[in-house]
């Protein structure tokens, strides 16, 4: 019989080494990863511990049989496994507002819960973001009506290594300060509908960047769906918008970039009826009154 080569590729050399050229030829790579024991160093912490070999050996043949497209094996973590990763995790959100700090200058810092949003907003101006620690019950994981440690974790701190993302956090922050109520009230639908509930354009494609969207696998989903509306991020409009806090957003308004945000959100607090202005001076951490306007 002949046998028929398809040939959808360009030839590499006869010398190259192999690799995979499709995802089932992932397949096979388990084989080479070394054998339980072997791998470990006789100084590794676990090399004499007999029971952590065996129960590593009971985790690693999910690997060994694993073939491309089946669901990921299910662990069930011990109590010793779960109290390791708290022990990372812990020392992980220690050092967040430390990594942040490095990139933007902001800072994060423990709240009890929702404060009244002039303080929350008034923070931003010293790009300082109060962060709740508690967790959210664990029978609703995939939307909390509240904030929680995972809102402000995967939500919202990632966003703060940004430096666009940063000004533009700060730039609602300094408006809010010694803000009058109706321009808080504006200043509160400006933050709500980009820190916490923006989408922003990239390339073709909406993305969501909210905190409270990011953090929340089942409103994440839903905000890139045709069900809820979409409207284009014009300040002026987004300060008059209504929304509702405990379920999913009806409206949301998607940015061009970052940097496009905070410039429009500069020139419409420029029109908010503030009799000053102020500056944050990073050197005495202080806000400066400037000139009356
Ligand atoms: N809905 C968010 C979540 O599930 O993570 C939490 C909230 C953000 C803003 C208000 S409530
Ligand atoms: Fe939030």
Redesign the pocket.
């Known amino acids: 019989a002949k046998q028929v080569q398809i040939i959808n590729n360009a030839k590499v050399p006869d010398s190259t080494p192999w690799f995979p050229r499709t995802l089932t030829d992932l397949d096979p790579i388990t084989k080479k990863a070394s054998k339980i024991g072997e791998g470990l160093a006789s100084d590794s912490p676990g090399a004499n511990d007999a029971a952590y070999c065996a129960r590593r050996a009971e985790i690693t043949k999910n690997a060994d049989t694993y073939k491309t497209g089946r669901p990921i094996p299910f662990v069930n973590y011990s109590r010793v496994e779960i109290e390791t990763w708290a022990v990372i995790y812990n020392k992980l959100t220690k050092i967040v507002s430390k990594f942040l700090k490095s990139r933007t200058g902001f800072t994060l810092r423990p709240i009890k819960g929702i404060v009244p949003s002039r303080y929350f907003l008034n923070g931003l101006a010293f790009r300082v973001f109060h962060a709740t620690q508690y967790i959210?019950h664990h029978t609703k994981p995939l939307?909390?009506?509240?904030?929680?440690i995972?809102?402000e974790l995967l939500?919202h701190a990632p966003l703060f290594a940004d430096p666009d993302f940063a000004d533009l956090s700060q730039e609602i922050g300094l408006a809010s300060l010694g803000a009058s109520y109706r321009d808080m009230k504006r200043l509160t639908a400006i933050y709500w509908f980009t820190v916490?509930f923006g989408l922003c354009r990239q390339g073709d494609q909406i993305r969501a960047y909210g905190?409270?969207l990011l953090?929340?696998f089942g409103?994440l989903e839903y905000c890139l769906s045709d069900k809820p509306e979409i409207r284009p991020f014009e300040p002026a409009k987004v300060a008059q918008q209504k929304f509702p806090?405990?379920e999913y957003q009806p409206v949301y308004f998607v940015t061009e970039s970052f940097k496009d945000a905070k410039m429009r959100v500069r020139e419409f607090t420029k029109s908010l009826s503030r009799p000053f202005s102020v500056r944050y001076n990073a050197n005495t951490e202080s806000i400066e009154i400037l000139d009356s306007k």
């Open positions: 959210r939307y909390s009506n509240e904030p929680d995972c809102h939500g916490e905190g409270g953090s929340s409103e806090f405990s």
